[in-house]
């Protein structure tokens, strides 16, 4: 009976013992693994840090290329391709495509290309062939109107911010959406990629917060909160700060980093509908609801130029405006459906262009220099040369 209990008691104590290695062995596997998630993260971090570093360096590269003058045109070399910025002055509508029910608020070229994407009130994002004017791509997905769009610099993805208050971003290689983008409690009205870094995206909505986006991972790594909302953003050329056009006119300059604003200045006497960068970056292209277009300097946000003509009415408050790829021209669209094109240099209208019956939302310039597009109320877009 004594033996039995001994042997009994020491069984017990084995147990305790091996159960006692058992946690501590379960607590070394999880450090372990904590160890392990942690290194992969760090390796992560180094690689983004060091994709981030190969995407300057080529950006600063081709921005080298860009500046190249042959015979009195840049050329933009890339991959052995020859590009031709020097922009001609359209007069003639080549395209008139029925792209969209119920209106198309944002057009854009690929980066060095032809090719136009549009969105529209249809909840579809569909790229054109601007040479023949047909369908090459239908981007679905898109939970609500598309209010903006935005490609990254490699041309691999089309974002899109929609009244649904998310940003869809797209694989055009595939069709399919890689991330929907949430946060924002408004409808997003504005978004803009890096042209630095094809990893960062900036977004605006009417929730009164610009978001910063981390593209690779899916999430917001920084929010601005501002009591004024913003309705048109970009990027400045070295990704560092983002301006952003809001509904009391004022144009402001962030640090993207920290949230910070840099400067701002009184632009318009009514909301700012859109911001365009030139190619150089020197120069910001605001359009306000006040009817008048204006430049600014990028770094310092001193006025240099302002563009108006009679009748030339900004039809919405996310009418956007754009500047030709070589820096000589302004085209803008107007409610009653004409669209003018100054000569920045001669601060005067040098072509008016009609074809559309519906007010034009948005205009954007191919940077092969032509040709020019515009979109309007119905859903028509056209395309000029």
């Known amino acids: 009976m004594i033996e039995h209990q001994e042997l009994k008691a020491q069984l017990e104590q084995m147990a305790i013992k091996a159960k006692n290695a058992e946690a501590e062995n379960k607590m070394l596997v999880d450090r372990w693994m904590l160890q392990k998630m942690q290194d992969a993260e760090r390796l992560n971090e180094a ?12 950006a600063s590269g081709l921005e080298k290329l860009a500046r190249e003058q042959v015979d009195g045109i840049v050329r933009r070399s890339e991959e052995g391709a020859e590009f031709f910025a020097e922009s001609t002055v359209p007069s003639v509508c080549s395209h008139r495509i029925n792209a969209h029910e119920g209106g198309c608020a944002s057009i854009l070229f690929e980066y060095n290309s032809g090719k136009l994407i549009s969105g529209g009130q249809d909840r579809s994002v569909k790229m054109w062939d601007t040479s023949t004017g047909s369908l090459t791509h239908n981007l679905s997905g898109c939970l609500g109107s598309v209010l903006d769009l935005a490609i990254t610099h490699d041309n691999r993805f089309v974002i899109a911010a929609s009244s649904s208050n998310n940003l869809f971003v797209w694989d055009v290689s595939s069709g399919r959406i890689r991330h929907t983008l949430t946060g924002h409690t408004d409808k997003v009205c504005a978004v803009d ?16 917060t610009i978001k910063v986006w981390d593209l690779q991972k899916g999430y917001c790594t920084n929010t601005i909160i501002f009591h004024s909302n913003c309705n048109a953003l970009c990027f400045s050329t070295d990704g560092l700060t983002i301006c952003s056009g809001h509904v009391d006119g004022n144009l402001r300059l962030w640090d993207i980093r920290t949230g910070k604003l840099l400067s701002e200045v009184a632009a318009h006497s009514l909301p700012i509908t859109s911001i365009s960068l030139s190619r150089n970056g020197n120069v910001v292209l605001t359009s306000g609801r006040d009817n008048v277009h204006n430049l600014f300097d990028g770094r310092s946000l001193e006025a240099c130029g302002t563009f108006r003509a009679t009748g030339n009415r900004v039809a919405s408050n996310w009418s956007r405006s754009c500047i030709s790829p070589d820096d000589n021209y302004i085209a803008a669209g107007s409610a009653d459906g004409s669209i003018c094109i100054w000569s920045i240099s001669k601060a005067d209208i040098v072509s008016t262009l009609k074809e559309h019956t519906a007010p034009v939302l948005s205009c954007t310039w191919s940077g092969l220099g032509k040709p020019l597009a515009s979109a309007d109320k119905n ?3 056209c395309t000029w040369t």
Do not use: T
Not at 202 to 207: L, N, P, Q, R
């Open 47 to 58: 690689n983004a840090l060091y994709e981030d570093m190969i995407e300057r360096l080529k």
């Open 193 to 208: 990629v890096s042209k630095v870094s094809s990893r960062h995206v900036v977004s605006a909505a009417y929730d009164r």
């Open 379 to 381: 859903g028509i877009v």
